[in-house]
């Protein structure tokens, strides 16, 4: 009697962990099937499912694996091992597991011969298979599988955000967000859809535009783990840093396995300024794994900011070079920068460049290096590319116009710099740069009100006081 309450409850514990994983709540699925026995198929296929989705692909392959050898002709797992080893960029051996799943659908079968649940599976089998195809550039094998799911289910909004996600990663997006509205309009308010919105706002740089989309999104599904990092991610390109955390705590709540959300959290301390709080968060992912390239980076970042620039380097060295990015690079200039070693700083320089040719930051911090070098011509052409490219950082505009002072160009200095306060009337450095050109036109009345505005934010600077006591009123 004992033995068989006891098989009973965790059978109860087996259907409630699936339907949680079917609701998407994986973090909840988790908790509940760690309590399920793991001598059958469902009890490893559902606990490793689980694990997948909270960051923990490792262990999910061992469950998945202890499936398959307890069936091999079921699809479930052949197809989310597929999922992982998509994840892990093992794109050859991820085409093996979808095509040993699609070996055990009922594919020689017709919509009408099949149920509800053994579309639903076809589905989520070959709309994997097309992440995997998308990650490995293949973009027409992606849509063909997506074609074929549409065979059995034409209405389905998963297969119209897949769609949607092979165009934007062949570049046509206007295709792309026709596919995303019309999942839209299969089912209003998809996190999937409307996170796919965003994600071509933001390739498109607006930003706020994306932001709306990826909020939205969190909105519709609080589980939907893409929407917080999104927003994490564009909290923290505009220097909402807090707000930044938040997204990414939420994140790291959703995907506790995974050392993803823990390090973007420690990013946002980064951007704070909270370098201790940031590296003992980082501190804890290395101990985890000395080798795991995100950490490394943003440890080397920290130090960077400590101005402990040979251990910086150190941590550079420890990541993959396909792991850094166009920011990385633009980053690690910092340290050759810091220690005068200007060649070295344009290299990584020119590296971020080829890597992203339109990211503004890029540009803004090789007209820094170059200011700082005195080169103030050369230093302009980046400043001003920073800006033509929609830099947010509004210290690019006070920069150039401080250029064209020392380049003697003052009326462009006055254009530019008029520009920065129009954007934002709180730049106080604008205002005293702005004095400084307007005297060198003899343009003593403009100087006089820009240095008093100046003064407005800095009461005691002994020279905008100067300045005023010799020009105001003459």
């Known amino acids: 009697m004992a033995f068989t309450a006891l098989t009973l409850r965790a059978d109860d514990n087996l259907d409630k962990g699936i339907a949680a994983i079917k609701a998407g709540d994986y973090v909840k699925a988790l908790e509940i099937l760690k309590k399920v026995s793991k001598d059958s198929y469902n009890g490893n296929l559902y606990y490793g499912i689980a694990l997948f989705k909270t960051g923990s692909p490792g262990d999910a392959e061992k469950h998945l694996k202890a499936a398959v050898k307890a069936d091999e002709e079921r699809p479930e797992a052949y197809s989310t091992l597929g999922e992982i080893y998509t994840q892990q960029k093992k794109f050859s051996d991820a ?27 076809i589905i989520t089998v070959l709309k994997a298979e097309s992440e995997n195809f998308i990650a490995d550039g293949k973009v027409d094998k992606a849509i063909a599988s997506l074609t074929q799911a549409k065979i059995y289910d034409d209405k389905n909004p998963l297969l119209y955000v897949g769609l949607g996600d092979a165009y934007f990663a062949r570049g046509a997006y206007d295709l792309a967000k026709n596919n995303y509205e019309q999942a839209l309009k299969l089912k209003a308010n998809y996190a999937p859809a409307i996170y796919g919105l965003g994600t071509i706002s933001f390739k498109k740089k607006k930003y706020s535009e994306a932001l709306e989309h990826y909020i939205k999104s969190s909105e519709a599904d609080n589980n939907f783990g893409p929407a917080f ?21 939420r994140y790291d709540k959703l995907l506790p396995g995974s050392p993803r959300g823990k390090t973007y959290l420690a990013k946002s301390y980064y951007g704070m300024g909270d370098l201790d709080k940031a ?14 390239s995100e950490a490394n980076k943003y440890y080397a970042y920290c130090l960077i900011e400590k101005k402990e620039y040979d251990k910086a380097e150190v941590y550079f060295q420890k990541v993959k070079p396909e792991d850094l990015n166009s920011e990385d690079y633009m980053k690690w200039s910092k340290i050759p920068a810091g220690k005068k070693e ?19 930051n890029i540009y803004f911090e090789y007209g820094k290096i170059l200011f700082g070098e005195q080169k103030y011509a050369e230093a302009n052409e ?12 509004l210290g690019a505009y006070v920069y150039t116009g401080v250029c064209y002072y020392y380049t003697k160009e003052f009326d462009k200095g006055i254009e530019i710099l008029n520009k920065c306060v129009e954007k934002d009337p709180s730049i106080k450095s604008a205002y005293m740069w702005l004095g400084n050109n307007y005297i060198n036109l003899n343009k003593n009345t403009e100087a006089c009100n820009s240095y008093k505005k100046y003064l407005e934010f800095e009461p005691s600077d002994q020279f905008a006081l100067d300045q005023v006591s010799k020009i105001c009123g003459k």
């Open 342 to 360: 200007f060649a070295k700083a344009y290299l990584l320089l020119d590296k971020a460049i080829s890597l992203d040719s339109n990211d503004e």
């Open 95 to 121: 085409a093996v597991q979808f095509e040993l799943s699609k070996k055990y659908l009922p594919l020689s079968k017709t919509k009408d011969q099949l149920d509800k649940e053994e579309i639903g599976l």
């Open 229 to 249: 990092f999104g927003k994490g991610v564009i909290f923290y390109l505009v220097d909402k840093f807090t707000d930044a955390a938040e997204a990414f705590e």
């Open 382 to 393: 980046k400043f001003i590319k920073s800006i033509d490219l929609g830099i947010i950082n």
């Open 279 to 292: 590296m003992g968060i980082l501190e804890e992912v290395l101990a985890k794994d000395l080798n795991y």
